[in-house]
Structures are given as C-alpha cells and as structure tokens.
C-alpha cells in the first residue's frame, strides 16, 4: 500500500482478544435477563450505544443493568461480570506495534467503555518491560470523543485532530461497516479477520 505514512488500529477485536460469548454466559448465569442484545452490535437494550459514546455515566450504566436482572447485584459484580468480555492483547501483535511504530505514526480508535477501557488498558499493552500505548501518536475512545464508528465524523474529527490526510492513512478494523465508513472519508482500509495472524496484513502490503 504505497504512500502509507500513518495506520489506525481498532482496539477490541483486532489488537485485543475478545470473549463476547463467554461474557454473555456469566451475565445470564448471574440472572440478568437480555444479554444477547446488551452485547449485540448495536447495543439492542438501547444503553450499551449510550455508554460507549459517554453519554451516559458508569454509574448510570450499572442501573440499567441492575434493571435486567432478577437478583441483586452489587457495582463490583456488574464490573467483575462486563470485564468478561475482554481479555487481553497478544504478547506479538504488541511487539508488531512496536516494531511498526519505528516507521509509521500510529493511532487508536476504539469503540470502548470506561469500565473496560480503565480496567484493562494499564497492563494490557504492558510487553518486555515497555508500555505500547506509547507507540500511539494518539489514542481515540469512543466515550471520550462522545461518538462511535461506523459514524463518518469520528474518523474526521480524527483526522482533524491528529493531522493527518486520509490518503496517507490505513485503518484496520474487524467490522465491514466500520471499513467502509472509513473508506468513504478517504481512508485506505484493511479488515481484519479475527483469529488471523495480523502480521500478515503487513507482510502482504506494507
């Protein structure tokens, strides 16, 4: 992919392992009634959308879980149970990070949570002593950034702030709709699929 000078990676799914499944398992074993429409893509008991794009707080999300269950449970249950859902980054796709950030400008942009992101972000990156989220350029959360992809201005306001041209810059991420709404602000795309060997996309390309 000729005059690439920047790459964007998607966060859940791509770099980080997921367990959607599993997690969605422990929520109906602890009683609460809906999951597979909390964890559906888009967010079918109407506040997982909310939450990733911040307009809603963490204490306000636990709520309305609390609301879907048919037992009590307590903050540090409804966290321990959403934590399921992530597990963590492959200790070669942080070296691959590193060794890509000698020759490229990295970013990220996730649609993420602050529970996950809070929880999981400080060890996570952590490879042979060093901590990869330094190899970002810039890092671009969803429910910071109060917007969510596949929705073009979330890759414009991006590029906007990181100041970089779209035509110089691949994204990578695991949902078509996701690729797509990149492609149509410019971007170059990759999808990832995953369980493969992301390194290929790299071999193959770049």
Known sequence: MAGICNIVFDWGGVLLDLDTAGCARAFEEAGVKGVSGLLSAGGGLGFLRAYECGDITTAAFRERVRRCAAVPLAD????????????????????????????????????????????????????????????????YLSFRMHLAKPDERIFRRMLEDAGICAGETLFVDDAEANCRAAASVGLQVAHYEPGRDLRDLFREGL
């Open 76 to 139: 540090e249950d409804i966290d321990r149970l959403w934590r399921r859902q992530v597990l963590s980054i492959p200790q070669e796709k942080l070296r691959l990070l590193i060794d890509l950030s000698h020759c490229y400008n990295l970013y990220l942009l996730s649609n993420t949570n602050e529970l996950h992101w809070e929880y999981l972000s400080p060890w996570a990156f952590q490879c042979e002593g060093n901590d990869v989220r330094t190899c970002f350029k810039g890092i």
